[in-house]
């Protein structure tokens, strides 16, 4: 057990690890980027998933490694509740961002951004 608190121990296991996450961080960010500015998504839809499933990726190598889920010795059970809330995560997303979306609205167009209506024609005065 003591040998696990050595300097060494951080040397040459743990700042691997710190060296690796960053760089996760890093492409992550740059291959999202990356892919909005070049057009790759044809639709918000397929931005927004592609935003979250990077984000996912992000977001586990921070947990597992920062959080110590990696050494965690109860890891199925935090698993099995980080997977229901991020199932509960995509859900609330799904209701939120996707009542903004027209083939999402049943019954009526989308008028979510049409605060002005047309204004009426301005008539003159009547002159006697």
Known sequence: MSDEHSPEYYKNKFIPLIYLVGAILIV???????????????????????????????????????????????????????????????????LTVGSEIDSNKPGHSDNTWNHVTEPEPETAPETK
């Open 28 to 94: 992550g960010t740059i291959i999202t980027f990356a892919a909005d500015k070049m057009g790759v998504f044809t639709s918000f839809t397929n931005a927004i998933i592609f935003a979250m499933a990077v984000a996912v990726v992000k977001a586990s190598a921070v947990i597992y490694i920062f959080m110590h889920l990696k050494w965690d010795i109860k890891l199925k059970t935090i698993s099995l509740t980080l997977g229901c809330t991020v199932i509960f995560f995509i859900g609330m997303m799904w």
